[in-house]
């Protein structure tokens, strides 16, 4: 905005300016006054998407919730959530109730009830949850940070994932798997990663070095083990703890980049198997191994899921799917479809089917006879990426990919799609936090644009009031 200008050009250029502002914020605005969700209290953000085949049981959501520095978001709660089949929620049970902030890892019991991890600032809390009473029958408090996942042994004792166990006195990482005896209050088995890992990997020692976000027993004296930052899902033999299998290494993405939840399945004629939420490359994919080496056999979801955490095979074949940054939960079909989908905010980080056990206890897809890569279809669509509809960043990753520009895009779009979602108001769609986004840096060059053209005014003013200082 030159000063040069005549004054009615500088005033268009203003008007023009202003109703660009108007225009981005307008989506914003509009669906900050919209009706918002009326449910019943503590039912908002969840609801049932397609269902178009009701599953044999409840399936419970363990939904992780938002907070910074301890303060949980009063519209991001972390919650527990019990879904009929026909997509009704069944019951609700707030973070608050086991002084969570953030909650992961759900698991049927066998005696029907369920184990919990919830964290806060000051560690851990497990607790076995009676379904239908709400209550607790017992809860531990570990003095362990951000825990995502704990699995009770058949002799009642803990495996636990412990991730971000920083040695400060020493400055190295303690990341390790333990069992915990409740009982006695024991630690009577650990597994350090520093002592089987280069200490440089994933460029070495930091305070969350391993982010070890899962562990299961897959097998009498062995654990599949998921080190996310290490970009691998391993098996340590108990008594020897040596690593007995190893899919993935450190950096290699086309593998896996980032997963959660591995689930270990065998097929048919002995084949080792792994399903696993491929997070950072946004897809759900089976890896089986022949002949000594890992081959990929089945790819689903790519670009369509966003930040997935949790596939669970299910006893009919299909994927019982949380996909988190999508907040929903779906079964898909081995080719794709989903028959069963549920919609639940804020960031649902592992879901279960309730009568089927816990984790995966279905059949592989090699033997249902079905391999090669599937896209999802028959969402409801009721969030922006979800269905037919596009998000910010899957729209500007398509419209520039092929040209000069589609690398810098898509990493742009990559990290918009990883970081907005977190500072996204849950009731604004992604086009419309894009549009205020563009508002605001707008309205800020604007700012810029009137300063520059304003700079003689502006130093005359300095100088004068600098002049009267000088006087007085």
Do not use: C
């Not at 081959?295 to 299910?314: F, V």
Request: proline share 6%.
């Amino acid at each position: 905005m030159s000063s040069s200008l005549p004054v009615s050009r500088r005033t268009a250029a203003r008007v023009l300016v202003a109703v660009v502002v108007l225009g981005l914020f307008a989506p914003a605005a509009t669906q900050a006054i919209a009706p918002g969700d009326t449910g019943t209290p503590g039912t908002v953000g969840l609801e049932a998407g397609t269902i178009a085949s009701e599953p044999n049981g409840s399936t419970v959501v363990a939904i992780q919730g938002f907070h910074f520095q301890g303060q949980g978001a009063e519209k991001k709660p972390a919650r527990l959530v019990s879904v009929a089949p026909n997509g009704s929620t069944e019951w609700v049970y707030d973070g608050d109730n086991q002084n969570a902030r953030w909650f992961y890892d759900v698991d049927p019991l066998p005696n029907g009830n369920l184990l919990v991890v919830g964290t806060n600032p000051g560690g851990t809390t497990v607790a076995e949850l009676d379904p239908e009473t709400r209550e607790p029958v017992w809860t531990e408090r570990l003095d362990m940070h951000d825990t995502h996942d704990v699995d009770m042994l058949p002799n009642g004792n803990l495996v636990i994932a412990n991730m971000r166990n920083w040695n400060e006195e020493e400055q190295i990482s303690d990341d390790r798997v333990v069992v915990y005896n409740r009982t006695t209050d024991q630690i009577v088995w650990e597994w350090v990663f520093r002592n089987h890992y280069p200490n440089d990997t994933d460029g070495g020692f930091n305070e969350d070095w391993t982010h070890v976000n899962d562990v299961d027993r897959i097998a009498e004296g062995q654990y599949l083990v998921s080190p996310r930052n290490f970009d691998q899902a391993i098996v340590i033999n108990r008594s020897t703890k040596e690593i007995d299998y190893r899919l993935g290494r450190d950096g290699a993405h086309d593998i896996m980049d980032e997963q959660h939840n591995p689930d270990w399945l065998v097929s048919e004629d002995g084949n080792p198997t792994i399903l696993v939420a491929d997070s950072e490359n946004d897809r759900v994919v089976e890896y089986e191994r022949r002949d000594g080496e890992w081959t990929k056999t089945w790819e689903l979801g790519t670009g369509q899921l966003a930040w997935p955490r949790d596939a669970d095979r299910l006893p009919n074949g299909n994927t019982l799917i949380t996909d988190s940054l999508n907040h929903r939960v779906i079964e898909v079909t081995p080719r794709g479809e989903i028959v069963w989908e549920y919609y639940a905010t804020w960031g649902p980080y592992e879901a279960e089917r309730v009568a089927t056990g816990d984790g995966s206890n279905g059949p592989t897809m090699a033997d249902q006879d079905v391999t090669g890569t599937y896209r999802i279809y028959g969402s409801a669509g009721l969030i922006e990426g979800t269905g037919d509809s596009m998000t910010f960043a899957t729209a500007v990753q398509n419209t520039f990919a092929g040209t000069p520009v589609g690398g810098p895009a898509g990493e742009f779009a990559d990290t918009w799609a990883g970081v907005t979602p977190w500072l996204r108001p849950v009731w604004m769609g992604s086009w419309a936090f894009a549009g205020a986004v563009g508002g605001l840096l707008v309205l800020l060059g604007w700012a810029v644009g009137e300063v520059v053209a304003s700079r003689a005014a502006i130093k005359r003013g300095v100088q004068r009031a600098a002049n009267e200082v000088r006087a007085r």
